[in-house]
Every structure is written in structure tokens, then in C-alpha cells.
């Protein structure tokens, strides 16, 4: 019973010195790790952006390697402890991504993203129609956005919200909720879980096409203005560490991205060249609601 | 005759006198002083049915269960090994620091330390160190580890406690300290603590596979993201892979292959991310320094900022908190006390009492997570389903140990059947074990209030999943904290009601169960 006491701890031991050893030696090849925020369904995630991996890593010449997470939160910090030097990012998480990482750089877009939008939805019951001005019925309904920290499901509209209805969310409505992604705030509208909701234009049109909305049940009552989203964000350090002028061919090998099974895994027909500037809109309205400090 | 009708009299006297004593009796008043308090919630919580047409999406839901998949998931047996890996060292790591630890209990600090680290819930921990290390297996070994060393250390401290010493002191007058402990005390006491720990691994099971919610690469990761996209056949399919473990660990887990298991653990759970220093340091000296003292705004600015966030945010969130905790606590003891005749021999016969085992081991091995996702999606969002979810899974944990503990009672053998046997015969000899169950349970319920926050219901864990999301650290610790005082707050205030009472929860088996 005593051995089997001290035969546990070594073995516990021996463990605990195995992780970090085998740590270290798995880490010896440089590989460049990229991830992508977890904005719609994520089935078959690592094969999709697998494909995107296997690109990158033909066009680089350095291996490349997808990362699944499954936040926003998860996405930015994996970037800003350097365990993903690439990333998919939405608007706001990619500025608080730039912010966190000094040096880090927007460096494309979709082409869909100079020009976004959010769609406002709701429930069929509502009676609400489709209009070409904000909805103001809306108020004291129950409303879900999509995660806490997305920019065409809780930035752009909670932006909106306050603009037109004059007050925080949780005072213009009955109800708030975050349903975790727009696939989700679509569903839970459509079951009338929630009355109105706020999503992404480029999923509602996506699930739309696939024939997984009952748009006897929930319709599109308002788009908002647009705004620019989705983009590559690159650390500032890829070129010390690959060697100069990586960024570049990075930037180069995306924009060159025309093989519509791999753009089919964003959802985007092209990419386009971007900067940090791009961006000064979201940072703005981000600070305005009081997202960002 | 004249004796018999005689005797009948005084029986029934003493059964008479027997219960106006317990109406008069502390346990008794308490229990309806807990009552009230939760009617008193009632009017607070929101708890409206709001959802429009629930049936399609339950319909799916359901149908998911006919035909389980896992064919859309992209490494389930992975997954699977994953949980088994972090649950089996997350645990015995814990285990071994506890057993450290429990010989120190003695000592204020290490209590109040202790107390401390347990009342932070494990997906916080893991909320941290995600922080701290990243993708690192390291992240999902401390958050599994280290609440669980605490709690270790607290139970092991007990049943040392409550060991005899008579072989230890006659020993030690010849022998060193050292040898004495693991000659006279720890043979007496070993086979508790390989119940308790056999036991905690299972809960360790659980946990593991609900780190996965917040990103860690276990079951709740793929689960998660089932339920996200209503894939319902995976969601079952995982669900029931899970149970499968549960239900035959009795088969696999044996303390001589633990070795073993320990040994091959580390090469499942490692991958090649690194620890960074920098991202260490800079945890502690930049991200949880709170923003006014960052911007050098002094004092003022620190007490503007911390009254803003407890007046917006952790106000709202430990009434919120407090609110379902109590709501769902007597919820649970009216649950248990209905559902643990449905595994005891006092009831039903042995065909019944399995069923009865089959459907409490089922509510009680599944989350309260998904249980309150099942529930969220039938009546849509309030704070109803959180509080139905943690009865459910509570009621079930205490009328397993509540029909165990029954199983131990000797009736009669022209004692009452039915509804009076339940009432008169049976109940009143276990009400002193079910309330101890009950307030155990107590400080654990309001911990897992905090997983139902990041679900959507505006409890403590609803802020701080907010505030890390924004990745506002500094904001999180303060939250973090304040829910670990109010969780030690209710811990104490049970430890005392519990000895006010003089409640004790029995035989050492059941004992052991009944302590997370």
C-alpha cells in the first residue's frame, strides 16, 4: 500500500518532467500557427481550414498549422501569447487583438468586408415588417445578439441601439441575450426563443442558400449601414523570425487565394489588401459604447 | 388484551409527543426558515416562459437521440482520451498536494488558503490560466489541480480527524514521527481515501469534460460546439459516449493500473505550444493591475472604478447569484426527498429500484450545463431553467445518497406501507442525513451557478465570462474574487448551521460522497 503510494507519486513525477520535456521537443520546427474567431458553425473546422493550412503551407514554404478555438476571447490571446501568429479576425476582435500585440498589422480583407452589414431579424409573431428605417418597435422585446464579442453581432447593432432607441440594451429590452454565434441567433429566432435578433449578413445569406431558414418564421426587418469586418492580422515579429519580408509574402500568398474551396471556408470571394487604418471606425465606435477602455 | 391495547396507547403517545418535539425542533424550524426564504426569492427571479414555438427545436432535439452520431465529429476518441488524460492527472496530482496539505491543516493559513482556492470554480481557474499559459496542457492540469488539491486536502484532513490515534501515540513514543504516520495512522485510514479519491475522480471526469466548454481540447469542446450549431445526433452521441465511462469505471479504474495510466496521460494531453515568461509576467504586472492604477490615475480613480464596477456588475450579479443559489437549494431538497425512495429497498422491489438507479445516475452524470441548455431552449431565456437544471442534478446526487443511506435502516417487520411508511417510518430517521446532504450541497450549488452564467443567465459568471471576453482581466479578478469570498461566506455560514444542528452525514462511504 506504502509502494503503491510512492509508486504513484513517481509516476506522477515522471509525468509532470514528461509534459515539459515533450513540449519542447515537439516545438524544435518553426511552424507559422494561424487560427480564425469561431463566428458560425464549426463542423469540420480543422478539415476546412485545413485546406487553407495546406495552401499556406505550399505558397510559404514553412509549415503550417491551423489551431481550432472556441471563443473570440480564446482567439485574441492565443495571438497575443504568440501561440498563433495569423489570425482570422473579426472587426473588433482584430482591434483589440492590434492593440494587445504593438507591431501587429491588418494586412487583408474579404472583399465582402470593406462593405458589411448586420441584418436585424425577427420572429414572425412580432408582426414586424421590413424596413428601410430603423425598427423602433423593437423596443421591450426580447433581443439576442450573437457573442459578447463580435462586431456585426454585438458591436455594429448594440451601436445602433443606442443611437436610435436612445438606451443601454438591457434598458430598451425586455430581454438580452447572447446566443454564441450567428448560426445560433438565427435559430433561436427562428424557434422564437428570442423575438428579434442581430446577425451576420454573410451567414444569414450562407444558411439561407443551404435551405436551413423557414423565412415563414423570421425575416430580415433591417440592415444596417455598412462598416468594414473581417480581416488577416499578422504579428509584427513573423520576419525576425522567418526571415525578412515574410509579412509580405503572407499578405502576397492570401490576396493570391482564388481556389474557391479554400475562400468558401471564410465565407469570402475574394481577399484584398488592408490596413490598420480601416479599422479606425470600429476602434471609435467600440470606445463610444465602452467596449474598449 | 388489556396489556396489548396498552401498549398500543403508549406507542402511539410516544409517536405522538415523538413529533410535536421534532415541530418544536431547531432542524425543523430551520428547514421552513429556508423555505421561506426561497418564496421570498420568488418574486425577485425571473422565471417566465417566454419561448414562441419550443416544439420544432425540442422535436430535433430529440430526434437527435434516434439516431446518435459521430461521424460530423472530427476526433470524438481523441476528445474522449483527452478527458480521461487531464481527469486522471489533473486529479492525482491533486490528490497527492491535498494529501501534503491535509497534514498541515492545523494551520489557519492553510485552511483559509485552501477555502479560497476551492471556492473559485474550476472553469474560472481554467478562464486564468488560459490567460496565463495559453493552449499549454499546463492550463487544464492547474485547473483541474489545484481546486482539487484544496478540497482533497480539506476531506483527507477529516478523515484523518476522525481516525483512531490509539496505534499512532503508542507507536510514537518508540518511533520517529514519519514512520509512525505511515505504520499505525495511514493503513487504518487507507481504504477512506481510496474510496473518497476513487470517487473524486469521477467528479474529476465531469470537470474535465466541461473545460472543453471554455476551450480546452476535452469532450465539453466538441459539445459545445454541437450545441451551438444544433447538431443533435453528435450532441447525443458524445452524451452518451460519456456515460458510457462513467458508467464502467469501476471496470477500467483500478488503483494497481493508475501507474499506468498516469504514465501514458502526459503523451496524450501534450502538444507544441510553449510557456512564455513574458506572457507570465506580464499577466501579473500589466493585466490584472486595474486600468486606473495602469494610467496612473491614483486612488480616486481605483475607488471611481471598482464602485462603477461593483455598482453595474457585481451587484446585480451576487443577487442574481443568491437568488437562484436559494430558489434552487430547496428545489433540490424537495427533489431529493421525492426521488430517493425510487432506489431503496424500503419501496421497491429490486426491477424498480434499477430502473430507479438507471434514471438517477443519468440526471446526476449529466451536466447541469447541458441540462440548462435542454431546459433554456424549451422555455427560453430565464432563470428558470438554471434553477430547474441545478435541482435536477442535485436532487439526483442527494436521493442517491439519501436511498443508499435508507438501504442501511431495519423497519419493523409490521411497520406501515406506502405513503405512511414514507412519511412516518422513513423520513424522519434520515431528515438529519438529508439536511446534511442538503447543506453540503449548499456552497457547491452557488459555485456552479457560475458555469449557468456563461450561458446567459446574469449570475456572477455571466460578468466575469464578460469581462474576459472583453479581455478586461482586471475586471474578471475583482469579479473572480469577489464570487470566491461570497462562495467561503456560504461555506461557513452551512459549517455552522451544520454543527448548530449537529448534523452528520453517517456512515463513511456515503460520507465520502457526499463531500466535493
Redesign the interface.
Known sequence: MTTLLRRLGISLLISLSLISVSTSVFSAPKTLVFSAIPDQNQSQLVQRFGKVADYLTKTLGVPVKYVPVNSYAAAITAFRNNQVQLAWFGGLSGVRARLLVPDSEAIAQGFEDTQFETYFIAHHSTGLKPSDNFPESIAGKSFTFGSKGSTSGRLMPEFYIREHLGKAPDEAFNLVGFSGNHSRTIALVQSGAYQVGATNYKVWEKELAAGKIDTDKVSVIWKTPTYPDYQWTVRGDVDSVWGDGFKARIKQALLDMKDPALLDAFPRSAFVSASNDDYQPILDTAKEIGLID | MYAKTCLIFTVNKLTVSKGLRFRRSPRWKVSWLFVFVALACLPFADLSI?????W??LGRLFGGLLQPSLV????PFEALLQTLAFAI?GV??GS?IGFGLAQLFHLRLVRIVCASVRAIHELFWALIF??IF?????TG?LALGLPYAATFAKVYAEILEEGDRRAYDTIRQSAGPTSAF?YAR??DL?QHFVTYTGYRLECGLRSSAVLG???LPTLG?YL??AF????YAEVWALLILFYLVIASLRYWLR??L???Y??I???I??????I?VD?ISRFFTQDIVP?PLRNSEGLSGLWQWFTELFLTEALPGIINTLLLTQIALVLTGLIALIWFPLISRLFFERFGRLLGHLFLVIMRSTPEYILAFIL??LW???MLPAVIALALHNGAIIAHLMGRYSNTLSLRVDATAGMNRYAYEVVPRIYNQFLAFLFYRWEIIQRETAILGIL?ITTLGFYI??A?????LDRAMVLIAITAALNVCIDSLSHYIRSKLRLSIGSQQISAESRR
Not at chain 2, 134 to 138: D, E, F, M, Q, T
Not at chain 2, 269 to 274: G, K, L
Open positions: 417566454s419561448t414562441y414555438d419550443p420544432a427545436e460530423a465529429i472530427e476526433k492527472l492525482s496530482s497527492l488560459l490567460q495559453g493552449l499549454h496542457p499546463l492540469l505511515f495511514l493503513p487507507w466548454f471554455v476551450g469542446y459545445s460546439t451551438l450549431e444544433g447538431a488503483p494497481k493508475l501507474p499506468l498516469i504514465l496521460a502526459p503523451f494531453i501534450a502538444n507544441d505550444s510553449e512564455s506572457n486600468l433554456l431552449t427560453g431565456p430565464s446567459g465570462d464578460s474576459i471576453q472583453d479581455i478586461r
